[in-house]
């Protein structure tokens, strides 16, 4: 993540704060976030370096036409200061921020099949014993993990993976 993402989301999120648009312009960077995100030509138009500034900005604002008036601002201000291969990392920073400053966290849960509901329920009630913040599980899919998972809640992680025990076996076997 560049400095300059966070400083431009950390300055829009103060902006939509104090206009009391924050649950808007969060609205505009998880659409944007996910376009961005699912759409590789659309990644690769925003960091070409061949493609105009106002180019770049008049297929953002075809695809998203809807956007807040504090959104479209932004689109106008990294223009101006020629950033707008910077859009999507200053989206997903602008989320992560949203929520730190809503209290709330994401728990990634990585396992190697997709969980079922009545295991994010238990998954997602440990977890409350652990945080005093809102919490939503994120599940994602590593079949390399062989088995187990792998939980990651803010800057802790707990890895009870196959693939951990066995890189853990080997290492004694290697010690040995």
């Known amino acids: 993540m560049s400095r300059a993402a966070i400083r431009y989301a950390k300055a ?4 939509a704060l104090d206009r009391k648009k924050a649950d808007k312009v969060n609205d505009d960077m998880l659409s944007i976030a996910n376009g961005i995100n699912s759409s590789e030509e659309l990644g690769e138009v925003l960091r070409n370096s061949i493609v105009r500034a106002e180019d770049k900005k008049n297929v953002i604002d075809k695809i998203f036409p809807n956007t807040n008036s504090l959104t479209k601002d932004l689109f106008g ?9 910077s859009l999507e990392e200053i989206a997903n920073q602008y989320l ?3 929520k ?3 209290n709330e966290e994401v728990a990634t849960v990585t396992t ?12 997602l009630a440990k977890i409350k014993d652990l ?4 919490v939503t599980v994120e599940n ?4 390399s993990i062989i088995g187990g998972f792998i939980l990651r809640v803010g800057d802790t992680q707990f890895d009870a993976s196959i693939s951990n025990k066995l890189s853990n076996l080997k290492r004694e076997f290697t010690l040995n």
């Open 96 to 98: 992560v921020l949203y």
């Open 12 to 15: 829009l999120l103060s902006l």
């Open 140 to 143: 994602i899919i590593d079949e």
């Open 131 to 134: 945080t005093d913040k809102a």
């Open 100 to 102: 730190e400053h809503n």
């Open 77 to 85: 201000l990294l223009i101006q200061n020629n950033r707008f291969a």
């Open 112 to 123: 190697a099949i997709a969980m079922s509901k009545n295991m994010e329920s238990k998954v």
